[in-house]
């Protein structure tokens, strides 16, 4: 009785004390000068879509994503699925629709704005599931003032640089095994990229934003937790009007960012006590004219109850170069460290890649090669002996957004 009563007392101090940091910033946001609004108070996104209607400050624009994809090599082997667990692997030919996405966007008013995705990804997919159509992101911004905004809904966590950058903006196909593996931390279910939460967005002064989400804490039906809490401070040496990592008409930037996230006693019911999750990432990135670079490192620690504490680790290194006006070659290393109890366990990989563009950044192939390692933890998951297993796949994806 008396440690429930402990912890009780214990889960008020911590959401006291998160409650005075929160209304600390929104202070400091609501009260910084009226030019930090240059850092784009709409969720730093770029208009796209076809208008569809307007009516005095109100309109709504459509937008949409088609992404085919084509595999062949060991394509159940790609980290897709790696972070949620691989029982097995598949080897040869798939073609398929990576991602279907239509878009609605738009705003109420000056400082009312909203966003609406519904899609699938991997339909017909030798290694998907279902073809559901449901929602992925969907939110609305209000404007509390110059330089702040206060976003609820369904949205990505602020955890990490590519994490935030979407799907049709990314340099390379997939994302980093690392980066996919840390966005499934904080969700209420598997693979669910866009846990609903409140998400505050502002900017001190034209070179340092800030995003703060808290979630409710609750995960699916069964299981509970306290409340999931993520803090992204970016400093820009040249503010980017959206984060992305293709670099046709982008201009030149350099940006730095520290992510924090934490969430406590994530348990099923009847328990009460729970594991406890933290993360911390450190990111980089530099692009002038047709060179781009960046570095990321995430770091997961992993605390069940009673237990003994894991802290995987991953981090990746990438950069592309334009070639005139239509080929871009890139170049990505990683390391992901899954599970810190078992030995060798260290998987790497090495992707060439390269994207072909038919009409700038919104008609274009991309062309990956990719070649991992897993270390004794992975190969375990998938059923192979030994210590290491290496294998290769080749991804080729044409993507069509507007």
């Known amino acids: ?12 101090v911590q959401r006291i004390s998160w409650g005075v940091i929160c209304g600390a910033v929104v202070m400091a946001g609501l009260a910084s000068p009226t030019w930090a ?11 796209s879509g076809i208008k569809l209607g307007s009516s005095g400050e109100a309109e709504i624009r459509l937008g949409v994503l088609l992404q085919p994809r084509l595999d062949y090599g060991e394509s159940g082997l790609t980290n897709t699925n790696v972070p949620l667990g691989v029982t097995s692997q598949w080897s040869g030919l798939d073609v398929y629709l990576r991602h279907a996405r239509v878009s609605l966007t738009g705003q109420f008013s000056r400082d009312f704005t909203f966003r609406w995705d519904f899609g699938d990804e991997n339909l017909s997919r030798v290694t998907g599931g279902t073809i559901i159509l ?6 609305v911004d209000w404007k509390l003032g110059d330089s702040t905004a206060l976003r609820m809904g369904r949205t990505r966590m602020p955890i990490g640089r590519n994490s935030q950058v979407r799907e049709e903006n990314m340099l390379l196909i997939e994302r980093p095994f690392s980066v996919a593996a840390a966005m499934q931390y904080f969700s209420p279910v598997a693979n669910d990229k866009y846990p609903a939460h409140l998400q505050l967005r502002g900017a001190f002064s034209e070179s340092f934003e800030y995003r703060v989400g808290l979630g409710d804490g609750m995960i699916g039906a069964n299981q509970h937790g306290q409340p999931m809490i993520a803090l992204r401070g ?3 040496l040249n503010p980017e009007k959206s984060p992305s990592e293709l670099h046709m008409g982008r201009g030149d930037h350099t940006v730095f960012g520290l992510s924090v996230a934490t969430q406590s006693n994530v348990a099923t019911y009847p328990a009460i006590v729970g594991t406890s999750y933290q993360l911390m990432g450190l990111d980089a990135y530099h692009h002038s004219g047709p060179f781009s670079i960046q570095f990321e490192y995430l770091s997961a620690t992993t605390t069940p109850p009673g237990g003994v504490a894991s802290t995987p680790t991953g981090y990746y290194l990438q950069g592309g170069y334009l070639f005139g006006e239509s080929f871009e070659g890139a170049l990505r ?3 992901n460290s899954t599970n810190t109890a078992l030995p060798k366990n260290n998987d790497t990989y090495l992707t060439l890649g390269g994207n072909y563009y038919v009409s700038g950044p919104n008609a274009r192939f991309g062309f990956n090669l990719l070649m991992g390692n ?6 375990a998951a998938i059923g192979k002996v030994g210590s ?5 796949a080749l991804q080729v994806q044409a993507t069509l957004h507007f």
């Open 1 to 12: 009785m008396l440690a429930v009563r402990f912890i009780q007392w214990a889960t008020l």
């Open 37 to 47: 609004a240059k850092l784009s108070m709409d969720g730093n996104e770029e208009e």
């Open 134 to 139: 449901q929602t992925e992101e969907a939110y």
């Open 234 to 236: 970016a400093f820009h």
């Open 333 to 335: 290393v990683e390391s």
């Open 374 to 379: 897993l270390g004794a933890g992975s190969t």
């Open 388 to 392: 290491s297993y290496s294998y290769t």
